[in-house]
T-cell receptor
Framework: NAGVMQNPRHLVRRRGQEARLRCSPM?????VYWYRQLPEEGLKFMVY????????ESGMPKERFSAEFPKEGPSILRIQQVVRGDSAAYFC?????????????FGDGTRLSIL | AQTVTQSQPEMSVQEAETVTLSCTYD???????LFWYKQPPSRQMILVIR??????QNATENRFSVNFQKAAKSFSLKISDSQLGDAAMYFC??????????FGTGTRLQVFP
């Protein structure tokens, strides 16, 4: 049973470009969470999605960031017009349900570097 | 809003010895989950142990155990018989009613042979 798959592992973009980060949850998992980890800091929640629905986006910056989890295919975190401050590791986690007793399983993360 | 505090940026331990990592949190909820995650240099996030606030008994997973003090809002992690492979960043996390995880800032654990 494959774990949470994130790609790419590393992504380099120039300022002003778009970054698209992909996350395929574990088989049977329909709940996806995105977290951002700035250098030397803990992970910060960004957004929580179920298939085709955004449940909680309270941690998402209001501009340039968007997320989706379509009926078919991976969840996508999109960052438009990237800036240096977007450089971070972005982690995706999935769980079977949104219930608190179900642990969130993490992918290996995407390290985004902005030149 | 809930907060999680890890007051030890770095800790070190000798191989085969025991070390305790501290974590405190603040919440007004009565039912919640607490977790410890390990992040080695590879940057994976690995679940180490979890505790349901409703349960009095402290969780244990092999060499890892917690000391959960609900009234004090304290959730420390004890690693027994430390191994070189235990060297990593350790994050304490709280799972809120809205299901997102709230992480502390982490403790970097070094293990010396």
């Amino acid at each position: 049973n494959a774990g949470v798959m994130q790609n790419p592992r590393h992504l380099v973009r120039r300022r002003g470009q778009e970054a698209r980060l992909r996350c395929s949850p574990m088989k049977g998992h329909s709940h996806v969470y995105w977290y951002r980890q700035l250098p030397e800091e803990g992970l910060k929640f960004m957004v929580y999605l179920q298939k085709e629905n955004i449940i909680d986006e309270s941690g998402m910056p209001k501009e340039r960031f968007s997320a989706e989890f379509p009926k078919e295919g991976p969840s996508i975190l999109r960052i438009q017009q990237v800036v240096r401050g977007d450089s971070a590791a972005y982690f995706c986690a999935s769980s079977t349900t949104g219930s608190r007793d179900q642990p969130q399983h993490f992918g290996d993360g995407t390290r985004l570097s902005i030149l | 809003a809930q907060t999680v505090t890890q007051s030890q940026p770095e800790m070190s331990v000798q191989e085969a010895e025991t070390v305790t990592l501290s974590c405190t949190y603040d919440t007004s909820e009565s039912d919640y989950y607490l977790f410890w995650y390990k992040q080695p240099p590879s940057r994976q996030m690995i679940l180490v142990i979890r505790q349901e606030a409703y349960k009095q008994q402290n969780a244990t997973e092999n060499r890892f155990s917690v000391n959960f003090q609900k009234a004090a809002k304290s959730f420390s992690l004890k690693i027994s018989d430390s191994q070189l492979g235990d060297a990593a960043m350790y994050f304490c996390a709280y799972r809120s009613a809205l299901d997102k995880l709230i992480f502390g800032t982490g403790t970097r654990l070094q293990v010396f042979p």
